[in-house]
């Protein structure tokens, strides 16, 4: 079966760092992905890892240690367009994705 | 704007009703894909196409079909609907098949039934 888990909310404050963890149990594995969705939007491609390691983009970070089964988003210098769900998702199949339930981000002033 | 197309935006209708959601790729995108999310769900995959080829299957019931026509829109079609079919369904397109290209999502169709 496939497993991703998120924490179901965090806030944090405006100007910070904030990083987004996700652990993976997946019966095989091509890829991570980070997709930001505001609230009834559709989901916008963060980042993508399939090597180990750190993948930087911007203000957006993304890690993968393929053998903890473990990825992080970091999110510097915060914004408050920032809140958002961040989903993280596993293509493990060859073709689809598999995502978890996200992650409720919530920045305050 | 992704490039991705999805009509309509919103459709209300009743139980077992049946209604059509249509999706056009970006330009140049051969695959189509369709998810559905549900509040409590998260994101759940339903099914794939390939050039007009039906390619992968996910979570979807019997009473869900859909196909790729040769302009490489897509349209899902639910009927029999019930309560528990209100989601937003999601159209997502990518250069070819393979999972490992970033798939590029369209805005929605929320589907409320009542």
């Known amino acids: 079966g496939q497993n991703i888990d998120q924490p179901t909310e965090m806030t944090a404050t405006e100007g910070a760092i904030v990083q987004i963890n996700c652990t993976y149990q997946?019966?095989?594995?091509?890829?991570l992905f980070w997709y930001q969705q505001h609230a009834g939007e559709a989901p916008t491609f963060l980042s993508y890892?399939?090597?180990?390691g750190l993948e930087e983009k911007g203000r957006f970070s993304s890690f993968l240690s393929r053998s903890k089964g473990y990825s992080y988003l970091l999110l510097k210098e915060l914004q408050m367009k920032d809140s958002a769900s961040y989903l993280c998702?596993?293509?493990?199949?060859?073709?689809?994705?598999?995502f978890g339930k996200g992650t409720s981000l919530l920045v305050t002033p | 704007d992704s490039g991705v197309t999805q009509t309509p935006k919103h459709l209300i209708t009743a139980t077992g009703q049946r209604v059509t959601l249509r999706c056009s790729p970006r330009?140049?995108?051969?695959?189509v894909y369709w998810y559905q999310q549900s509040l409590d769900q998260g994101l759940q995959f339903l099914i794939q196409?390939?050039?007009?080829?039906?390619?992968a299957k996910g979570n979807i019931l019997e009473r869900f079909s859909a196909q790729q026509f040769p302009d490489l829109h897509s349209e899902l079609n639910l009927s029999s609907l019930e309560l528990g079919d209100s989601a937003l369904y999601f159209c997502?397109?990518?250069?070819?098949?393979?999972?490992?290209?970033?798939?590029?999502f369209g805005p929605g169709t929320r589907l409320t039934v009542l």
């Open positions: 997502a397109s990518s250069v070819d098949g393979s999972g490992t290209n970033t798939q590029y």
């Open positions: 997946t019966s095989g594995f091509n890829g």
């Open positions: 890892n399939v090597l180990d």
């Open positions: 998702a596993v293509e493990a199949s060859g073709y689809a994705l598999n």
């Open positions: 330009s140049g995108d051969l695959s």
């Open positions: 196409y390939y050039n007009g080829e039906e390619r």
